[in-house]
């Protein structure tokens, strides 16, 4: 259970800092996440975002 907070704990700092300094390709608005309209709604759909946070914090969980 420990390592899953200090993995957590680690991500978010990670992400904190990681995030003012986005340049052209920022977290959510990747090449390959989806944003769809339907009678008038948008609809995003984070398809490469998530498959990189997933695998970020795979590697995360592997090394700690």
């Known amino acids: ?3 899953w907070i200090l993995t ?3 991500a978010v700092a990670v992400l904190s ?4 300094r986005q340049g052209k390709y920022s977290l959510g608005h990747l ?3 989806i944003t769809l309209r339907y009678k008038g ?4 759909l984070p ?10 914090l795979t590697l ?3 090394i700690i």
């Open 8 to 10: 957590l704990i680690v």
């Open 60 to 62: 995360l969980t592997r």
């Open 17 to 20: 800092l990681w995030t003012p």
């Open 1 to 3: 259970m420990l390592k």
């Open 31 to 33: 090449p390959g996440d």
């Open 41 to 44: 709604r948008d609809y995003y």
């Open 47 to 56: 398809f490469t975002t998530t498959i990189l946070l997933s695998f970020a």
